[in-house]
């Protein structure tokens, strides 16, 4: 196994069981080819062994560490962990009344650069580190055996073209067991029934990670007239209509994620009152139209490197003002950064700058994040993506 050798003074992270180590934290050395994914031992500048990991030669993430300490892993330790995130889904209340959730969520389960998200009987697979990549086709053979064979019929492979050129592996999507699924994947989460897209889909298919942010919005949702931008496949929406809103608009600058919108509101609460517009959310909110009781405003990473921060920052600032402006009095907006950079106390001056220039005082009532099936291990804060903040006007 090749040795990665920390520079001196930069093993403190390490130490405290942050599973990241970029570029400049040391060098590869020893005989043999630093092949992406390769397995690496981490070493401090003195020769202690710290950890084991994979390795990426062409990206900054250089090293993520799986194993803390001297003892080397088993050669199926993640197998096992895998085994293990099933198991602390199995036994997870929160997870009780969908068929759809996420399996194993990377760093948060011990398996930095592996996703896998579960769809009723579907499996959709990310592998998101070159060394993820190279445990493919053990992956491929140890899934079937983790869940009851007539629960899950195939695991479909995605991936992300981005991450694919910085790991330094080829762009692959397609079956890692079984059959391709059918497209579109029925899939149940509380009162309200979905259709997910895995092959075409954003991220996997579904915003999995609002699902708990849906419930809130659904109960609040009675009576009020409701906008959701962003709308993708019209999640949000959807909870709100199906829960008994006075209407629904739904904004998004997709035609594909519009469509199935329209299906799902078709599906799940035909007689709702519902617009739906195909445009720039930006655009959308400062023009005139009508006022709404609840506003879910979810957009995209707005910074996706930390030098973004102060641009998104006016963006996100722009959106909460125009919002807080289409909000009566009393409504609630459901506001979203999913952008780590932009974390809870960033989110909260944002709002606060909004608020103050509507001349609207705000209230918090409540603050939100990714469910009990998105875990973040303390050790990795930068899994803390996804913030939500519920305002009052
Ligand atoms: N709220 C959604 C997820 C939102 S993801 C859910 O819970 O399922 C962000 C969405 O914003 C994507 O669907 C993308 O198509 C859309 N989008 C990106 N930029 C946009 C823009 N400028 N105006 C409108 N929609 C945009």
């Not at 180590?21 to 060098?27: A, I, K, M, P, Y």
């Not at 397609?174 to 497209?183: C, Q, R, T, V």
């Not at 849906?214 to 209509?241: E, H, I």
Request: aromatic share 6%.
């Amino acid at each position: 196994m090749l040795d990665f050798v920390l520079e001196p003074g930069r093993d403190r992270a390490l130490r405290n069981r942050h599973p990241w180590l970029l570029s400049r934290s040391g060098e590869v050395r020893g005989a043999g080819d630093a092949a992406p994914g390769s397995s690496v031992r981490v070493v401090s500048s003195d020769g202690e062994v710290l950890g084991y990991g994979d390795l990426s030669p062409a990206s900054s993430l250089r090293v993520r560490v799986h194993h803390f300490g001297k003892e080397e892993p088993a050669e199926d330790w993640f197998v096992r962990r895998i085994e293990a995130a099933i198991a602390r889904r199995a036994g997870d209340p929160s997870l009780a009344a969908t068929d759809a959730h996420r399996l194993v969520n990377a760093e948060g389960d011990g398996l930095p650069g592996l996703v896998i998200d579960r769809y009723k009987d579907v499996l959709v697979v990310k592998l998101q580190s070159a060394g993820m990549h190279r445990r493919r086709e053990r992956l491929a053979a140890a899934l079937p055996g983790l869940l009851p064979p007539a629960e899950v019929v195939c695991a479909w492979e995605r991936a992300d073209a981005a991450a694919c050129r910085r790991e330094g592996v080829p762009v692959v999507e397609g079956p890692l067991f079984g059959d391709p699924p059918s497209a579109k994947v029925a899939i149940r989460e509380g009162a309200c029934h979905f259709e997910v897209d895995v092959i075409h889909g954003q991220k996997t298919g579904f915003y999995l990670d609002q699902r708990d942010a849906r419930a809130w919005v659904a109960k609040y949702a009675p009576g009020r007239d409701v906008l959701d931008l962003f709308c993708y496949s019209g999640g949000f929406a959807t909870a709100a209509a199906q829960a008994g809103a006075a209407s629904v608009t739904l904004v998004d600058s997709s035609a594909p994620a519009l469509e199935t919108a329209e299906h799902h509101l078709q599906a799940n609460a035909p007689d709702c009152p519902r617009t739906v517009v195909k445009g720039d959310a930006f655009e959308t909110l400062r023009g005139e139209g009508p006022d709404f009781d609840l506003l879910v405003v979810d957009p995209p990473p707005l910074a996706r490197r930390r030098s973004q921060v102060a641009k998104a920052s006016r963006a996100q600032k722009d959106l909460l003002l125009h919002a807080l402006r289409r909000a009566r009095p009393g409504a609630l907006v459901f506001a979203f950064s999913c952008s780590h950079h932009m974390g809870p106390d960033l989110f909260r001056k944002i709002a606060f700058g909004a608020s103050r220039d509507a001349g609207r005082p705000v209230q918090v009532v409540g603050s939100l994040g990714a469910p009990s099936d998105h875990p973040v291990s303390l050790d990795h804060p930068e899994g803390a993506y996804l913030t939500g903040l519920v305002l009052r006007t």
